[in-house]
Structures are given as C-alpha cells and as structure tokens.
C-alpha cells in the first residue's frame, strides 16, 4: 500500500529561525517520485521539488532544501531563516499508478511564522 | 499567461441539486485530474483523464461525474447523491498522463464549495 505520512500538523517558528518538515512515506515500488507542494492562505498548490527513488542526492534552492533518505523513508523539507512568507501548508506527495501519473498526499502540515 | 483557471472561486449549493465545477487550463497539458481537500486532510482523487474522451475513477469518484470533450476543459460535476459535498476542490493539469514519463501536477486556484 502507498501512504505518506506528516506527522507535524502545525509548527509555528519566529521570523529567521530555521525549520524542518518531516515527511515519512511506504510503497513497494523499487522506483517511485516524490513532491513537495506549498499551499499559501489563497488556496493554490505551488509546486516546490520532485525527487525520484534512485536519486539521493540533497537539493539546495535558495533557503528551501531537501533530505532524501531511503533507508528511513523519509523526504524531509527545511527551511533556513525563515520569513513570512513562508506560512503555509506544505505538502509531501508520492507518485503511484503505474503508468499513470497518480499522487497520494499526506495530510499537510501547516506553518505559521511569526515577525 | 499559461495556467489552470477554476471558475468560480465559491459556490454555494443548496442541498439536493447538482453543480458543475469549471476548469479550465491554456498549457496544452494532455492529462487533468480533479482532488477534494478537506479540512486537516491531505488531498483525494475523484476523478482523472489521460487523454480526451477519455476519463477514470480516482479514489472517492462516488456522487461526482466529468466529462473530457476537449483538452483544455475538464468539468465537474457534484451531484445530489454525494452525501458530504462541502469542501475545496482542486483541479490540476500534467504535461503527459500515459507515457510513463513521470508528469509534474500543477495545480489551479480551487472552487470552495459550500452546501446550505
């Protein structure tokens, strides 16, 4: 079965701290994708990072960055020096479906930073 | 500007009728899928399209229906028989759903459906 799994509901952080979301997933493929969204308070999915099973790498984009680690099943999120406008749901997606390109989300964790 | 466009952004509904959601989408994107989100939850498929005229069952498609007659446009409709209907509802778009080629989804604004 596929499921991904966030456990941190709401993190709140002040202005410049840095923060981590956890994002712990299952499959049984060998080879699967995962996907970070933002959701800011107007509703739309802004597409953050996609990330494939055969690839470990950590990536950097500015102050986002991304831990990819197999052998935990987790694709962790952080944040460095966080600002404002970075309140949002955030969520972790896994591609599942074959040949399809189907998604099955966690559950979103919502970040509050404050000034 | 290319991009998915949800009309409208709320609807109100009263108990009993149907209602069609619009999307609609300018980046020539072959695949369309639409999600419920519910409050605390993560998103869930209702339905999906690959290809127009073309169209399948996600994982909660019981009380919606769609059609895919052109492949810009994906609607959808809540009919009276969905028993919770009130939620956000999210319509995305990908580059190519049949190939394999691993499509990033993207996402248009949601319609935020109110049954009264």
């Known amino acids: 079965a596929q499921k991904v799994t966030q456990a941190q509901t709401e993190i709140s952080v002040v202005e410049k701290e840095d923060v981590t979301l956890d994002c712990v997933y299952e499959?049984?493929?060998?080879?699967?994708?995962l996907f970070w969204y933002k959701q800011p308070p107007s509703g739309e999915l802004v597409f953050l990072i996609r990330r494939n099973s055969f690839d470990e790498q950590n990536e950097i984009s500015g102050r986002y960055s991304w831990n990819f680690q197999k052998s935990t099943s987790s694709f962790n999120f952080t944040i460095t020096a966080s600002q404002v406008v970075d309140s949002a749901v955030y969520f972790c997606a896994l591609r599942y479906g074959g040949a399809t390109n189907k998604l099955i989300f966690g559950t979103g964790t919502l970040l509050a930073v404050q000034p | 500007d290319g991009g998915i466009t949800q009309s409208p952004k709320y609807l109100f509904r009263k108990e009993g009728q149907n209602v069609t959601l619009s999307c609609e989408q300018n980046?020539?994107?072959?695949?369309m899928y639409w999600y419920r989100q519910d409050p605390g939850q993560g998103l869930r498929l209702i339905y999906y399209?690959?290809?127009?005229?073309?169209?399948q069952k996600g994982d909660i498609a019981e009380g919606y229906s769609v059609s895919r007659e052109k492949k810009e446009s994906f609607p959808l409709t809540v009919t009276s028989a969905q028993k919770n209907p009130t939620a956000f509802y999210l319509c995305?778009?990908?580059?190519?759903?049949?190939?394999?080629?691993?499509?990033?989804?993207?996402f248009g604004p949601g319609t935020r459906l109110t049954v009264l």
């Open positions: 499959t049984r493929d060998t080879t699967y994708y």
């Open positions: 980046l020539n994107h072959d695949a």
């Open positions: 399209s690959q290809i127009v005229n073309d169209f």
């Open positions: 995305a778009s990908s580059i190519d759903g049949t190939s394999g080629v691993i499509d990033t989804q993207y």
